[in-house]
C-alpha cells in the first residue's frame, strides 16, 4: 500500500501549480497588505517546519528590500509576559495548523500595536487566521502524514511569492517569469532525482549526523534534518559551514556522516570546502545538488536532475525534495511507519 507520505510527496508540484494561479493575480494586494515601502523591518513568527521555510524569508527578504528581518522569540510574550515595540515593523506568522498558541501571541500582539499582521496558513479557520490582519491561505488540501511535506513546500513559495511583492515593482515580471518554472522542476525533482537509495543505506545504520547548508539553504538543512530525525530516529543536527567549523567540527568522524546541500546558488561554494574537510576529518560525506555544481566532491552524491534547475533564489523548494525522499528510505529501512513515527501527532501545541 502506498503511504500518505508518497502520496503527498508527488503532490507537491500540482499543489505548488494552484498555489501560483491562485497568488500571482494577488501580488499588489500583499504589497499592500505588508505596506511594502513603508516599513522599516519585518519580523518572522514560526514553529517546526514553518520556521525553516521563515529561515529562507529571512534571506530572501532581506536581498530583496535591503531591510532586517528577524525571527520572533515567542517566550518573550507567553513565558515573560514581555511587550515589544513594533512600530513601524511588518509581522508574518507561519503555521501550517495556525494552532499553536505561542505563534498566535506575537502576531496578536502585531495587531494590538496596528502593524501589519499577516499569517501563512493551511487553515483560515484557525486561532492564527481570527488575529491576523491578512491571510494568505495555502490551500494545500489535508496533510494527512506526520511529516510536512507539501505543506513546507507550498509555505517556501508564499515566501517567495511576498519576497516579490516586497521588491521592486518594476523587477516583477522577471521574477514572476521565474516562479512559473517552480512546478516542473519540482516535479522533476520528485520523479528523477538520482542517488537516494545508495545515501540511505550510508545514513541507515549511524544514529547520528549533521546536515549542511547556507544562506537562501540554511533553512533546506534544517528542514533535512528535522525530516531525517522525526522520520528515522536519527539525531541530525544542522549547521552552516562557519558555524559548523566554529567547534562542533570536532564531533565528524568515521560514525558522524555528513549530508551536504549545494545547489546552483552562490552560497554553495563554501558548503563544498565543508564537504573536503569532513572528507579529511574520515566523515562519510553525501552531498546533494546538480551534476555541474557537486560532480567532483568526493563521497556519494544525490544528483539533482537538468529538468528540475530553477532561479538560485528558488533553489530551496527544489533542494528539499531529496532529503523528503531520503528521509522516506532510510525510515523505511528502519522499519518505521512513515505516517506515524516516533509516537508524534500532527499539530503541535507550544506556548
Not at 495587531?111 to 491578512?134: F, K, M, W, Y
Not at 496533510?143 to 517556501?156: G, I, L, N, Q
Not at 516583477?172 to 521565474?178: K, L, S
Not at 568526493?298 to 544528483?303: A, F, S
Request: no cysteine; charged share 15%.
Amino acid at each position: 500500500m502506498t503511504s500518505l507520505l508518497t502520496a503527498e510527496i508527488a503532490e507537491q508540484p500540482d499543489v505548488l501549480a494552484r498555489m501560483l494561479d491562485a497568488q500571482l493575480p494577488r501580488l499588489a494586494e500583499w504589497r499592500t497588505a505588508l505596506r511594502a515601502g513603508e516599513i522599516d523591518g519585518l519580523l518572522l513568527v514560526a514553529r517546526g517546519s514553518s520556521d525553516n521555510a521563515a529561515r529562507y524569508a529571512q534571506y530572501l527578504w532581506s536581498l530583496r528590500t535591503g531591510l532586517p528581518v528577524a525571527l520572533a522569540t515567542p517566550s518573550l510574550h507567553t513565558v515573560y509576559g514581555g511587550k515589544l515595540n513594533l512600530r513601524g515593523k511588518a509581522v508574518v506568522a507561519l503555521s501550517q495548523s495556525g494552532a499553536s498558541p505561542d505563534v498566535v501571541a506575537v502576531l496578536a500582539a502585531a495587531r494590538e500595536q496596528g502593524v501589519p499582521a499577516l499569517a501563512i496558513t493551511n487553515a483560515p479557520g484557525s486561532p492564527l487566521a481570527e488575529v491576523a490582519t491578512d491571510v494568505l491561505d495555502l490551500a494545500v488540501g489535508e496533510e494527512r502524514s506526520v511529516a510536512a511535506t507539501k505543506t513546507y513546500t507550498a509555505s517556501v513559495l508564499a515566501v517567495a511569492l511576498l519576497g516579490v511583492a516586497l521588491g521592486d515593482p518594476a523587477e516583477e515580471p522577471g521574477y514572476v517569469a521565474d516562479l512559473r518554472g517552480v512546478p516542473a522542476a519540482v516535479a522533476a525533482a520528485v520523479e528523477l532525482t538520482t542517488g537516494v537509495d545508495q545515501a540511505a543505506e550510508v545514513l541507515t545504520g549511524p544514529r547520528r549526523g549533521v546536515v549542511v547548508g547556507r544562506g537562501l539553504n540554511l533553512g533546506t538543512a534544517h528542514e533535512a534534518a528535522l525530516k531525517l530525525t522525526e522520520l528515522t530516529g536519527s539525531l541530525m543536527a544542522p549547521y552552516s559551514p562557519a558555524d559548523l567549523m566554529h567547534g562542533p567540527v570536532a564531533a565528524l568522524g568515521p560514525e558522524v556522516p555528513v549530508l551536504t546541500f549545494a545547489p546552483d546558488e552562490p552560497a554553495s561554494a563554501s558548503v563544498l570546502d565543508l564537504a573536503l574537510e569532513a572528507d579529511r576529518r574520515g566523515s562519510p560525506v553525501l552531498v546533494v545538488g546538480p551534476e555541474h555544481v557537486v560532480g567532483g566532491v568526493r563521497g556519494t552524491r544525490v544528483l539533482l536532475p537538468a529538468a528540475s534547475a530553477t532561479a538560485a533564489w528558488l533553489t530551496p523548494l527544489t533542494s528539499v525534495v531529496p532529503a523528503q525522499l531520503l528521509a522516506q528510505r532510510v525510515a523505511e529501512a528502519r522499519g518505521v511507519d512513515v505516517d506515524h513515527p516516533g509516537g508524534l501527532t500532527k499539530v503541535t501545541r507550544t506556548t
